[in-house]
């Protein structure tokens, strides 16, 4: 593709990217895969949610809730993709509605693929919530955006060592010129599809009492909710008095959530057709 072409590809230039990336924006009635976007606010998040979708930040509110959201899809290699985009958020701890809701949809509503957005300027705040995801899911790719305007600052990112030490693909992006939407794409369907298994790190528990209490928690929560995952994280807020889900085990819920099985709703989201 000559680099004056369009980043949804060109019929002058024979480039067949547009043969691989159609932006459905709203027209998605069933789809194979589910996207959750997530990332810290003024990340550029948006600019990758309407680069893949067409769309213009088409929001609405979450049933329940005065949180917004905004969801679209787009087509990839003869496979259809719904696009979720999580408010923006510093962590998931679950202190703000906005947290509760990108934390429920990541955890219940278990999307085949979570692209957590990074601003490469500012790597070192970002990396807090990249570290949280993927302690509950290891299907995620870091979006390093607004790699322009980390060069205008001259400053330089080892995204192989990053990619490494993360344990999951990084993707350098600038995604209002469209740079690295096409690495995107494709790392985002090798995840979807199985054709990439990631092992992101997790962190360690060294404390002897804490572990052995992380073990039994996590034991008796898998004898009462045999398709929770991850167990173990979610047993780690248990032991840490996390409100939300001390509330989901009291009342039975926690295995029967939206959005738990992927043929039902999150958060009135579907989660797959």
């Not at 299907?139 to 030490?165: F, P, Q, W, Y």
Request: glycine share 8%.
């Amino acid at each position: 593709m000559s680099a004056s072409c369009p980043p949804t590809g060109c019929a002058t230039c024979g480039s067949d990217h547009a043969a691989v990336l159609k932006k459905l924006g709203l027209r998605l009635d069933k789809w194979d895969y589910v996207v959750a976007l997530a990332g810290n606010p003024n990340t550029g998040k948006s600019t990758v949610f309407n680069n893949l979708t067409g769309l213009h930040q088409h929001t609405g509110n979450w049933p329940g809730k005065t949180v917004q959201r905004a969801e679209g899809g787009y087509a990839y290699q003869n496979k259809q993709y719904k696009i979720v985009d999580l408010p923006g958020t510093y962590s998931l701890l679950s202190a703000s509605p906005d947290e509760e809701v990108a934390r429920d949809f990541i955890l219940f509503g278990r999307p085949d693929v979570t692209i957590i957005v990074a601003d490469a300027t500012c790597l070192e705040r970002n990396l807090n919530l990249a570290l949280q995801i993927t302690q509950i899911t290891s299907k995620a790719v870091l979006c390093l955006n607004l790699m322009d305007e980390a060069r205008a600052h001259k400053m330089t990112i080892d995204v192989r060592g990053l990619s490494r030490d993360l344990g999951i693909p990084v993707v350098a992006t600038a995604a209002r010129q469209g740079e690295g939407m096409d690495e995107l794409l494709r790392v985002v369907s090798e995840i979807a599809t199985g054709q990439l298994v990631t092992a992101p790190h997790r962190l360690a528990i060294r404390s002897a009492p804490i572990r052995s209490a992380l073990l039994k928690m996590s034991a008796m929560l898998r004898e009462t909710f045999p398709s929770l995952e991850p167990v173990e994280w979610v047993a780690l807020r248990l032991l840490g008095g996390d409100p939300a889900i001390i509330n989901a085990v009291a009342t039975d819920t926690l295995g029967g959530l939206p959005g738990t099985s992927t043929t039902t709703t999150t958060n009135g989201v579907n989660a797959k057709a």
